[in-house]
Nanobody, 120 residues
Framework: QVQVVESGGGLVQAGGSLRLSCAAS????????MGWYRQAPGKQRDLVAI???????NYADSVKGRFTISRDNAKNTVYLQMNNLKPEDTAVYYC??????????????WGQGTQVTVSS
């Protein structure tokens, strides 16, 4: 069994900062790409940022320069530092991880989501 658990969401004023964390645990052989996605009410789930096991990153244009994704491979944890938050960043943020549970067996795992609300 594998669990992916997010934490760190909350309510913040526009211009403020939040840091999200996501930890994977359980029967893990290795972890590939980890990422953050978000879903606002009535909208589809969109990519925010992803990071490879080697540290290569990619960001949605809307968050470039404001958000930073990082990971600690020893802790199976990925982070999302969000600065200069805007009301349009309000959404449920989901963590995703590509996890190898046994040699050559990969699956995609989602966390339960954490709410981020930015007030104007």
């Amino acid at each position: 069994q594998v669990q992916v658990v997010e934490s760190g969401g909350g309510l913040v004023q526009a211009g403020g900062s939040l840091r999200l964390s996501c930890a994977a645990s359980g029967s893990i052989f290795s972890i590939g790409v980890m990422g953050w996605y978000r879903q606002a009410p009535g909208k589809q789930r969109d990519l925010v940022a992803i990071i490879t096991s080697g540290g290569m990153t990619n960001y949605a244009d809307s968050v470039k320069g404001r958000f930073t994704i990082s990971r600690d491979n020893a802790k199976n944890t990925v982070y999302l530092q969000m600065n200069n938050l805007k009301p349009e960043d309000t959404a449920v943020y989901y963590c995703n991880a590509a996890i190898e549970t046994m040699r050559y067996t990969w699956n995609s795992y989602w966390g339960q989501g954490t709410q981020v609300t930015v007030s104007s």
